[in-house]
């Protein structure tokens, strides 16, 4: 090999050490009218329980109609996620889940979630290429709410979600590339 074909190797290499752009990166993206888990809980907060109707939703940024990021409840699963406890009397329970308990089959729930997760990998380009040491930072928010409702209006709503994701993840391979062919040797001599 050369001299200049050498020094050009040995150019790139160091170049891509410490290049995190060459890293990989990723997204999850619920498409979502909301920009923020704050934005999406006040817009939950403005549903209001026998005075909103299904089609003010749309308006508010749950639209059960168009589909997208809702799933329908059933009202078996109602009722098993409302009212768990067959002990608890009916007067005990919120107003909107007695409503919905009488109304049977008339009443139908659905769930929306919305999300926003940003997955980006930190460090040295070498060392995670070859699977020795991987760095991932991951940010975000989710968020999901449930309404119930019959006789097209809302009953009953509730909310819940994680308003600030931070993780991170650390991954050390001290045989890099080769990890996993020991983790499989491994694997069959405990066999």
């Not at 749950?62 to 699963?77: A, H, M, S």
């Not at 809302?154 to 991954?171: A, C, D, T, W, Y």
């Not at 080769?178 to 001599?189: K, R």
């Amino acid at each position: 090999m050369t001299t200049a074909r050498l020094s050009t190797l040995l150019a790139a290499a160091a170049l891509l050490a410490g290049c995190s752009s060459m890293l990989p990166r990723g997204t999850t993206d619920m498409p979502s009218p909301f920009r923020s888990f704050a934005e999406a809980q006040a817009a939950a907060e403005r549903i209001a329980p026998f005075r909103t109707r299904v089609d003010d939703l749309q308006s508010l940024g749950f639209d059960p109609k168009e589909g997208r990021n809702v799933t329908q409840i059933p009202y078996p699963d109602i009722v098993a996620r409302l009212a768990p406890y067959p002990g608890v009397s009916l007067d005990a329970l919120d107003p909107g889940i007695r409503a919905c308990i009488v109304a049977r089959s008339g009443c139908r729930a659905y769930v929306f979630r919305f999300e926003r997760i940003d997955r980006k990998r930190e460090g040295g380009f070498w060392a995670d290429f070859l699977n020795v040491r991987r760095v991932t930072n991951t940010t975000g928010w989710w968020f999901e709410t449930l309404v119930v409702v019959s006789d097209d209006v809302v009953l009953f709503r509730n909310h819940s979600g994680e308003p600030r994701i931070e993780k991170v993840e650390r991954q050390t391979n001290p045989l890099g590339p080769f990890q996993p062919a020991g983790e499989g040797a491994g694997a069959a001599l405990l066999r």
